[in-house]
């Protein structure tokens, strides 16, 4: 390879159909043991969801009111049937999203809802 560095970081999400099965076992070194399974399935007929407004970096002011839109490309149907969203809002580049603006807004309503934009202050 003389020098080139081909190893990936990371998974890929899968691009096709299919079920994937996954198992878990811990130990707790007294002799105790458990195990779980699980089973994913992935469809490649919808989505993904995407958020169609905000997708620069911006600066609000404060008490503004901003338009938030999506496209939900079908991840409100079936087999997905994800029927309401979170707005959340962060305040540190997209490393976290710990405010919620609105909670459990249904995606088939019209495609966008107003936020108003509060100033936070950290109570000691």
């Known amino acids: 390879m003389s020098g080139r560095n081909d190893c990936v970081i ?3 999400l899968p691009s096709i159909a299919r079920t994937m099965n996954f198992r878990v076992a811990v130990r707790d070194q007294r002799g105790g043991i458990a195990d779980a399974g699980m089973q994913v399935t992935t469809v490649n007929t919808s989505g993904p969801f995407q958020v169609t407004s905000q997708n620069t970096a911006a600066t609000w002011a404060v008490g ?5 839109t999506w496209d939900v490309v079908g991840t409100d149907a079936a087999p997905i049937g994800a029927a309401n969203v979170n707005i959340l809002l962060s305040t540190n580049g997209g490393q976290t999203f710990p405010v919620t603006l609105l909670a459990m807004l249904r995606t088939t309503a019209p495609p966008r809802s107003l936020c108003r934009i509060m100033r936070l202050r950290r109570r000691e």
């Open 10 to 12: 990371g998974e890929n």
């Open 64 to 68: 503004s009111t901003q338009t938030v």
